[in-house]
């Protein structure tokens, strides 16, 4: 059975989000190096990496309030401002990869899909097929995209990969979910980490999720968690692991022992 592991690379890792449209360059470059070794490591293994806006897109996407809608001119000037900081971001991102030597094509959620009402509408996942099938990896990306009954909105890389996931199980591939980001896992209100959720302790989990203390339009940690079991619902196993951690995102890729935790069914 063919493998394929989604990775997000959270905004908060790669970029300080605090600190509007500032990178974090040092652990693009760890992360590049990382996902060197799992191709050495698993050469058959198909990979799909997701960025997230980080301190680039929410800081405009806070500013026009995209993710509500585009009504009028200056919401549309609004939209196209939004994905120009999200595209900036990727393209750094791509920039790193490729000095790597890893063959990465930008993707962007705007030409796979449409939403209507900030709901999923529709899904071409087409250009990503093709993209794996020629042995490159598709780099996919938080965005703007365009909804049929408000104008537009914004679509999170979580979202983006989340369905990702359920299209290419539904194709019976092996699938696996990471979510890498600059947090130790999904934690207790005292800070300890919670190495394993289940539909069975998610009610107890759900009361202390936080929102992001950074500015964040698309949700933080309780949106990922809820989006997560949904995903781990078909039998896929989703992971949220501290991506600062060298080595912590290819052990958790290859299926070694990783620090974060364990969302599944």
Same mark, same amino acid.
């Given at each position: 059975?063919?493998?394929?592991?989604?990775?997000?690379?959270?905004?908060? @890792?790669?970029?300080?989000?605090?600190?509007?449209?500032?990178?974090?360059?040092?652990?693009?470059?760890? @992360? $590049?190096?990382?996902?060197?070794?799992?191709?050495?490591?698993?050469?058959?293994?198909?990979?799909?990496?997701?960025?997230?806006?980080?301190?680039?897109?929410?800081?405009?996407?806070?500013?026009?309030?995209?993710?509500?809608?585009?009504?009028?001119?200056?919401?549309? !000037?609004?939209?196209?401002?939004?994905?120009?900081?999200?595209?900036?971001?990727?393209?750094?991102?791509?920039?790193?990869? !490729?000095?790597?030597?890893?063959?990465?094509?930008?993707?962007?959620?705007?030409?796979?899909?449409?939403?209507?009402?900030?709901?999923?509408?529709?899904?071409?996942?087409?250009?990503?097929?093709?993209?794996? $099938?020629?042995?490159?990896?598709?780099?996919?990306?938080?965005?703007?995209?365009?909804?049929? $009954?408000?104008?537009?909105?914004?679509?999170?890389?979580?979202?983006?990969?989340?369905?990702?996931?359920?299209?290419?199980?539904?194709?019976?591939?092996?699938?696996?979910?990471?979510?890498?980001?600059?947090?130790?896992?999904?934690?207790?209100?005292? %800070?300890?980490?919670?190495?394993?959720?289940?539909?069975?302790?998610?009610?107890?989990?759900?009361?202390?999720?936080?929102?992001?203390?950074?500015?964040?339009?698309?949700? %933080?940690?309780?949106?990922?968690?809820?989006?997560? @079991?949904?995903?781990?619902?078909?039998?896929?196993?989703?992971?949220?692991?501290?991506?600062?951690?060298?080595?912590?995102?290819?052990?958790?890729?290859?299926?070694?022992?990783?620090?974060?935790?364990?969302?599944?069914?």
């Amino acid at each position: 059975m063919m493998e394929l592991a989604l990775i997000k690379l959270g905004g908060s @890792l790669i970029t300080d989000k605090d600190k509007p449209y500032t990178p974090r360059l040092e652990i693009m470059q760890q @992360l $590049a190096w990382e996902v060197q070794q799992i191709r050495k490591q698993n050469p058959h293994l198909k990979l799909i990496i997701g960025n997230g806006a980080g301190s680039f897109a929410h800081q405009s996407a806070k500013k026009h309030n995209t993710i509500e809608g585009v009504f009028n001119d200056a919401d549309k !000037l609004g939209f196209c401002l939004v994905h120009q900081d999200a595209l900036e971001l990727n393209l750094l991102l791509a920039k790193v990869f !490729l000095k790597t030597g890893l063959p990465v094509v930008s993707l962007p959620p705007l030409m796979m899909v449409v939403t209507q009402n900030q709901q999923l509408l529709k899904t071409d996942f087409a250009y990503i097929e093709n993209t794996l $099938a020629s042995g490159m990896i598709p780099l996919v990306f938080g965005d703007v995209v365009l909804d049929q $009954a408000i104008g537009g909105t914004i679509v999170s890389s979580d979202t983006l990969l989340g369905e990702l996931a359920k299209y290419f199980h539904r194709q019976e591939l092996q699938v696996r979910l990471i979510n890498a980001g600059n947090y130790p896992g999904v934690c207790k209100q005292n %800070g300890q980490v919670i190495s394993h959720i289940t539909p069975v302790n998610y009610g107890q989990i759900k009361t202390f999720l936080g929102q992001s203390e950074s500015i964040d339009v698309t949700g %933080g940690m309780a949106k990922k968690v809820a989006e997560f @079991l949904t995903v781990a619902s078909l039998g896929i196993d989703c992971w949220i692991i501290d991506g600062n951690i060298p080595g912590n995102l290819s052990r958790t890729v290859l299926g070694q022992s990783c620090l974060g935790t364990l969302i599944s069914s």
